[in-house]
């Protein structure tokens, strides 16, 4: 019986001796070291050329359904990419089609958006005009846009990362990005 109550007290002395105010600590996320600003130019056969950063690629698309013109812009270090899909306008009726195409596409992701704008964008000097898309929350896709001379060229573009969409990690990276799509479409021109 003597044992049976001191196994009872040295049991009881080890569990309340075992209390531990846990505090769960954030995740933390890897420190990223963006690198310089620099731009130059993109140029092929395709009828459109602009500027895009010197730490991105240019990527042919290799997609079975690929046009000619289609290419990715490519940001190794930030496991991300640009998709641009280039079409020649070949009536109105196509035009109607193609831009109502990038609204839905666009509009898509408004299950987990909590917020999407649209943004005019015109350079009449350069014949440059489109909607550019800004896709808040954590979708697949936080930006989108299109440009065209409203007659014979379209372009779509859309910047995807190969990552869970998690706005709050990748935030940095999509502000930092965004400032590139910004220089690509300010110096977007048609040939």
Request: one cysteine or more; charged letters at 20%; glycine letters at 4%.
């Amino acid at each position: 019986m003597k044992w049976v109550s001191l196994i009872a007290i040295v049991v009881l002395l080890m569990a309340s001796a075992c209390q531990n105010n846990y505090t769960p600590k954030p995740r933390g996320y890897f420190r990223i070291e963006f690198p310089e600003k620099a731009y130059q130019k993109y140029q092929s056969s395709c009828p459109y050329t602009f500027d895009y950063p010197v730490y991105a690629k240019i990527i042919p698309d290799t997609l079975p359904n690929a046009q000619p013109c289609w290419i990715d812009v490519a940001f190794p270090e930030f496991n991300g990419r640009i998709h641009l899909s280039y079409q020649p306008v070949k009536s109105k009726r196509m035009f109607n089609e193609l831009t109502e195409d990038a609204r839905t596409f666009a509009f898509k992701h408004t299950v987990k958006a909590t917020a999407i704008d649209e943004g005019v964008i015109a350079y009449p000097d350069r014949d440059v005009y489109g909607i550019y898309y800004t896709i808040s929350g954590n979708t697949a896709s936080s930006v989108q846009f299109f440009l065209t001379d409203s007659s014979r060229h379209y372009l779509r573009g859309a910047l995807y990362f190969n990552e869970e969409p998690r706005l709050d990690s990748i935030q940095p990276v999509l502000d930092f990005i965004k400032k590139d799509i910004d220089v690509m479409i300010k110096s977007f021109s048609w040939k």
